[in-house]
Every structure is written in structure tokens, then in C-alpha cells.
């Protein structure tokens, strides 16, 4: 899932304050500690190799964020892929691999557990 901020409705404006909020974005039910992550990543990088041996073949974390420039396309289990663009809240549901499309820089926020274990997974992968 992902919106646009002028997409999100604004539930409050005042001088020099508007509140924009998006209600179910996504759920932490159960998912233990959250790690903060700002990602810089160049166009053409593609983590498909990168997830090979994971369940799926996919990245299997949740992830909360925010596209500060760039642009990124996200493959699902079924195939449906999905672009964010430079402001664009996201939320990626485990079972993806990612595509930067243009140089971009994200802040993330995921569940630490399952992350780790990923980012972990993709430094052995390159390991080569």
C-alpha cells in the first residue's frame, strides 16, 4: 500500500500546523521490536538475487516507510508489482523483492527479528 501525502486526509489544519493521517497502514500486531532504517540505494539495484533462499525467494518483513527522492518498484508473491515515488508513504507486507528505479533514499521502519535476518541473508549473499 502506498498514498501520496495529498492523498491523506487532513484531520486537522491550524496556523502553521496541518495533521494529515491514514488510518490502517498496515499492522505491528505481534511483531516484537521495530528498527529504524534509512536506505540509500542507486537505480538498477535489484534484490532478487539477493533473497534467493529465502522463504519464497522473497524478503518475508513487513516495512513501513517514506521515499524521500527516488523511485522504487516492489514485486509481490503474485507477481503484482507496485512504484513509489519521491513523497510517497509506503507499506510493504512481507513476500516482496524490491527494484530502484531511480536513485533513492528511504527511511524504513520494520520489525527487527525478521529484518535482521534478511539484511543478514543478503551480506552472506554477497559474500560470493
Known sequence: MKIAKNDIEIKMQIPGAIIRQQTDFGDATGLGKISGEYFSLSAGVDTTPLFIGLEGNLCQS??????LSGQITT??????????DAKDLFYWPAGHNVKVIADAEIIMFSPQHEHSHVINHMIEMTKG
Not at 513487513?62 to 521515499?67: A, D, K, L, N, Q
Not at 514485486?75 to 513509489?84: K, L
Open 75 to 84: 514485486t509481490d508473491a503474485n507477481s503484482i508489482e507496485e512504484t513509489v
Open 62 to 67: 513487513p516495512h513501513w516507510g517514506y521515499v
